[in-house]
């Protein structure tokens, strides 16, 4: 059969969408982000327990006293796990990307059941959206909006939107068509029938559509996460790509206590707005006996008053300014070169790249600029700077592991020079594995390696050349197949096995921590198929670059030892998972001049 360049054609048409649509993918992500800061100012502006009380007495008025006391008690988990801000930052999500779901969903839904040939054109692009691998629609959503929330938004919309048209669509179909003859017969207009008898009728079915698209919403989180949005999708995919057990636990719970709570709010909306809910809550109430209390309710104005009441107890606390506990430093005037500028650097789930770009943040931090890091698979990272989304990446390998990224975004890129120089590309076994000392040697080995060789982010550029010079150059690539998964990944199955002395290969490259902590066997090259070592280089965004000049002048001149990167990455693995920063911190006050060298100021 012929190739299909399906691939290239879909290229093409998200090109020419980036270059003539431009103005309306601004006007979108403006629209999205604006809603959400409101939303996320909302939910986020009181202290954690009184917002807690608030989501509680919602719960209380909506499902009864035994459902507030418990809302209330899983939101103090949240709290009591520090995941508060991330959790009202994901709630913030689901809230702007269900409403417009549900906004989109309905009516296309009503359309197609009372339009046969509209049910018909709808259905078929109803499957792809839901059929198609959510991942796949973040690619063009990162280059359209950037990275961020806006494009988890749309995906989270596109994903979660089909089940409520399809919801909607059935509902009305149920209703039974003599009754809609009856209202026709009695002179009804058409908008009569829809909103007095199929709407009312279809209401519970409709509902249950809105109750899925809010779940389904809130299951996009982690996705969210992977884009650069807020949120517990953040805090869950750096567990994963760090292998934090506990991390990860406490992410999830959290995901959890949010889902149950979202899942009986909208059920029990649900019973309230239908006819139908109504008439059984009432039945219910009147069956429960001796534990009436428990289901008791407030009625909607006492409800109203309550919530009124916090809001007002929120607002006299001065509660909306913010709850943040963080402090920057203290920066003298004649240090302040950055007057609160923001500076966005991105960074893989790379030592190096953890070290250089947290370094940064602390050394611009005591220069008067507002630096953030935030840390993405190396495809979207290199994809956000390109698109202005980040101002920096200080883990750029050059001339060969990232030369596809250059290759592609490099017109919107300014190369700040390398600031480290020894870097070579390998994988690498156990040197208790005996036989194995080249690339070459592992030719009829696959079976004692599992047919396996353990790789990290998929993204990144090493993996690029492994499977399509290195692994073919050698005649490896029947033989052994390379497992996608993450740095910490990676570094977790080589512990584990190197414990049980179990043959594994893995990809690796120096300078690395794992060499000083285990006896490693580098794999050599005799064919020369990584290329020439590369060199570690700081990237700007073009336009980033001119504006912040003097960070710009600053990366360029900056260079690090090795002893320098080493001792950087080990105070960094000392303070744990998570606490980078303190690890940096720490580094900084064992070598005080290092700030001054790699920011003079007035000549320092």
């Known amino acids: 059969m012929p190739r299909i360049h399906l691939g290239n054609w879909a290229e093409d048409a998200v090109n020419w969408l980036t270059r003539h649509l431009s103005w309306l993918f601004d006007l979108v992500s403006s629209v999205v982000n604006g809603m959400y800061d409101g939303v996320e100012w909302v939910l986020g502006g009181p202290s954690p327990l009184l917002m807690a009380g608030i989501l509680a007495l919602l719960a209380f008025w909506m499902r009864g006293l035994l459902a507030g006391v418990v809302a209330f008690a899983g939101f103090a988990l949240i709290?009591?796990?520090?995941?508060?801000?991330?959790?009202?930052?994901?709630?913030?999500?689901?809230?702007?990307?269900?409403?417009?779901?549900?906004?989109?969903?309905?009516?296309?839904?009503?359309?197609?059941?009372?339009?046969?040939?509209?049910?018909?054109?709808?259905?078929?692009?109803?499957?792809?959206?839901q059929t198609l691998p959510a991942f796949v629609y973040l690619i063009p959503a990162i280059i359209f909006f950037s990275l961020g929330t806006v494009p988890a938004v749309i995906a989270t919309i596109v994903f979660a939107a089909p089940v409520g048209v399809r919801m909607t669509e059935l509902g009305i179909r149920q209703v039974d068509p003599e009754l809609v003859e009856a209202a026709d017969a009695f002179g009804t207009p058409p908008l009569g029938t829809l909103l007095r008898v199929q709407l009312p009728l279809a209401l519970p079915t409709i509902m249950a559509g809105v109750n899925q698209v809010i779940m389904l919403a809130l299951s996009m989180v982690?996705?969210?996460?992977?884009?650069?949005?807020?949120?517990?999708?953040?805090?869950?995919?750096?567990?994963?790509?760090?292998?934090?057990?506990?991390?990860?636990?406490?992410?999830?719970?959290?995901?959890?206590?949010?889902?149950?709570?979202?899942?009986?709010?909208?059920?029990?909306?649900?019973?309230?707005?239908?006819?139908?809910?109504?008439?059984?809550?009432?039945?219910?109430?009147?069956?429960?006996?001796?534990?009436?209390?428990?289901?008791?309710?407030?009625?909607?104005?006492?409800?109203?008053?309550?919530?009124?009441?916090?809001?007002?107890?929120?607002?006299?606390?001065?509660?909306?300014?913010?709850?943040g506990n963080g402090s920057a430093p203290h920066v003298s005037a004649a240090a302040n070169v950055g007057k609160g500028q923001s500076v966005r650097i991105g960074s893989f789930n790379w030592d190096e790249s953890i070290a250089s770009s947290y370094l940064w943040q602390e050394v611009l931090e005591q220069r008067g600029y507002k630096p953030a890091v935030s840390t993405y698979d190396p495809g979207a990272a290199f994809t956000g700077l390109a698109t202005g989304s980040l101002d920096y990446l200080t883990d750029a390998?050059?001339?060969?592991?990232?030369?596809?990224?250059?290759?592609?975004?490099?017109?919107?890129?300014?190369?700040?020079?390398?600031?480290?120089?020894?870097?070579s590309l390998e994988v690498a076994v156990p040197s208790y594995v005996k036989g194995v000392r080249t690339m070459a040697d592992l030719k009829g080995r696959s079976a004692e390696f599992g047919g396996k060789i353990i790789g990290i982010e998929p993204g990144a550029g090493e993996m690029k050349l492994l499977r399509s010079t290195v692994l073919p150059g050698y005649g490896l690539d029947k033989d052994y197949q390379v497992v996608s998964s993450s740095t910490a990944s990676m570094l977790a199955e080589l512990k584990r096995d190197y414990a049980q002395k179990k043959p594994v290969a893995v990809v690796l490259w120096s300078p690395h921590w794992a060499y000083s902590t285990y006896d490693l066997t580098k794999l050599a090259d005799p064919q020369g198929l990584w290329g020439p070592g590369d060199s570690v280089h700081d990237l700007a965004n073009k336009a980033s670059g001119a504006k912040?000049?003097?960070?710009?002048?600053?990366?360029?001149?900056?260079?690090?030892?090795?002893?320098?990167?080493?001792?950087?990455?080990?105070?960094?693995?000392?303070?744990?998972?998570?606490?980078?920063?303190?690890?940096?911190?720490?580094?900084?006050?064992?070598?005080?001049?290092?700030?001054?060298?790699?920011?003079?100021?007035n000549g320092g």
């Not at 592991?401 to 120089?421: I, N, V």
């Not at 710009?552 to 998972?577: D, N, P, V, Y």
């Open 548 to 601: 912040l000049s003097q960070v710009s002048a600053w990366m360029r001149k900056f260079h690090m030892t090795e002893a320098q990167l080493g001792s950087l990455e080990a105070a960094i693995q000392g303070a744990g998972q998570g606490n980078a920063a303190q690890g940096v911190r720490k580094w900084i006050g064992q070598n005080p001049a290092i700030v001054d060298k790699m920011a003079p100021v």
């Open 397 to 423: 390998w050059l001339p060969t592991t990232h030369a596809s990224y250059l290759k592609q975004y490099g017109r919107d890129y300014t190369d700040l020079g390398a600031w480290y120089d020894r870097t």
């Open 222 to 323: 982690v996705i969210g996460g992977m884009v650069g949005a807020a949120g517990l999708g953040a805090t869950v995919f750096g567990a994963i790509s760090q292998v934090d057990i506990g991390l990860g636990f406490e992410g999830g719970v959290s995901v959890v206590v949010l889902a149950i709570y979202l899942d009986r709010i909208t059920g029990a909306l649900g019973d309230h707005v239908s006819p139908l809910g109504r008439r059984a809550l009432a039945r219910l109430g009147s069956a429960t006996g001796g534990m009436r209390v428990l289901r008791y309710r407030p009625r909607p104005a006492v409800g109203v008053c309550g919530v009124t009441v916090l809001a007002l107890v929120a607002c006299c606390m001065g509660v909306f300014a913010g709850n």
């Open 79 to 129: 709290d009591s796990l520090a995941q508060w801000d991330q959790a009202m930052q994901s709630l913030s999500l689901v809230v702007v990307s269900g409403a417009a779901a549900i906004v989109l969903a309905v009516p296309l839904g009503i359309w197609a059941a009372r339009r046969d040939t509209a049910g018909l054109v709808i259905r078929p692009v109803l499957d792809v959206m």
